[in-house]
């Protein structure tokens, strides 16, 4: 499978524990998105990268919110102490740096209990 | 106002009708825009980008107005695997894609 792998599928955890995410784009992509969506809603922009360059970053993200690619391939996010408000789908995408299509993965489901 | 506008539906029709769907913006610099289905618990799957005026792909119909800031997309002959719920893009520069809420889309047998 080339397209994107996220990794956990599913992840549950308890309000104020740390979780971290890994996101896979497509091997000759070079530009990945971070998005969380929730239910009844799109997918909301959280964060952008160019190979290992964090460019974009959504006001709407809080210090909590970390992202890192340091090697301009896979990508982490992680949420530290994780509120029950942070429960949501989390999206990551990848493109061509000459397009605007982006390609989604599964998806991350965090549950904060 | 919302960024990106859609009317969440649900749009229920039967096999065979042809339903269109229309998404509007507030940024007029905003540069592309796209059309995704997701389908229940799924990712966003690109269904159609929208560059200039429009562009058609099989029994679908992407169509851009700039004056008025919407982009619209027409499905013919709906199928009972039209089913899902259609998203709205819109790059307003700087790679930051805002998203619609969705448009719910119900194929009817």
């Known amino acids: 499978d080339t397209g994107v792998s996220q990794d956990p599928r599913h992840k549950i955890t308890k309000r104020g524990q740390n979780v971290t995410f890994r996101c896979d784009p497509i091997?000759?992509?070079?530009?990945l998105y971070w998005y969380r969506q929730t239910l009844g809603q799109g997918p909301e922009f959280l964060t952008y990268f160019q190979n290992e360059a964090q460019l974009e970053k959504s006001r709407l993200l809080s210090d909590r919110f970390s992202a890192e690619r340091p090697k301009g391939s896979f990508s982490t996010l992680e949420i530290q102490r994780t509120e029950q408000g942070d429960s949501a789908m989390y999206l990551c995408a990848s493109s061509f740096a000459g397009g605007d299509e982006q390609f989604f993965g599964p998806g991350t489901r965090l549950t904060v209990l | 106002r919302k960024e990106v506008e859609q009317d969440p539906g649900p749009f229920n029709v039967p096999e065979g009708a042809t339903v269109a769907f229309n998404c509007t913006y507030s940024?007029?610099?905003?540069?592309?825009f796209f059309w995704y289905r997701q389908d229940c618990r799924k990712e966003p799957k690109l269904l159609m980008s929208v560059y200039s005026s429009g562009n058609e792909d099989g029994r679908f119909t992407a169509q851009l107005n700039r004056a008025s800031q919407y982009i619209s997309l027409l499905i013919r002959d709906s199928k009972l695997s039209d089913s899902a719920t259609y998203l709205c893009?819109?790059?307003?520069?700087?790679?930051?894609?805002?998203f619609g809420t969705g448009t719910k889309l119900q194929v009817i047998p």
């Open positions: 893009a819109v790059n307003e520069g700087y790679q930051k894609v805002t």
């Open positions: 940024n007029s610099a905003s540069q592309s």
């Open positions: 091997s000759e992509h070079n530009r």
